[in-house]
């Protein structure tokens, strides 16, 4: 059964800093991308970065770019984001999500295991 588990969210000020995790298991890992994505309130789920487990590639929204940084302990099978100087755009719900392809990214539709979610509340 493939589970994927975020921790790392909370409350933070505006220029702050917060590391999400997300463990996974029940599938290769190596073979996965994973990918964050986040659905502030009334908004639509969006992409925010994927990395590819098998060769290292990363990809991110326009919107974090320079900001939030993704990586991956394979030994571990856990992959976080370094998220820096936040924002109140930020807040939102937090999930990670696997496929075995990540040209799938950043479409949500396309990504067929999520992780529960976890809150991320920038204050401003």
């Known amino acids: 059964e493939v589970q994927l588990v975020e921790s790392g969210g909370g409350l933070v000020q505006a220029g702050g800093s917060l590391r999400l995790s997300c463990a996974a298991s029940?599938?290769?890992?190596?073979?996965?991308?994973i990918g964050w994505f986040r659905q502030g309130l009334g908004k639509e789920r969006e992409g925010v970065s994927c990395?590819?487990?098998?060769?290292?590639?990363?990809y991110y929204a326009d919107s974090v770019k320079g900001r939030f940084t993704i990586s991956s302990d394979n030994a571990k099978n856990t992959v976080y984001l370094q998220m820096n100087s936040l924002k109140p755009e930020d807040t939102a719900v937090y999930y990670c999500?696997?496929?075995?392809?990540?040209?799938?990214?950043?479409?949500?539709?396309?990504?067929?295991?999520w992780g529960q979610g976890i809150q991320v509340t920038v204050s401003s």
């Open positions: 999500a696997a496929d075995s392809n990540s040209d799938s990214w950043p479409n949500p539709l396309f990504f067929g295991s």
């Open positions: 029940g599938f290769t890992f190596d073979d996965y991308a």
């Open positions: 990395i590819s487990s098998s060769d290292g590639r990363t």
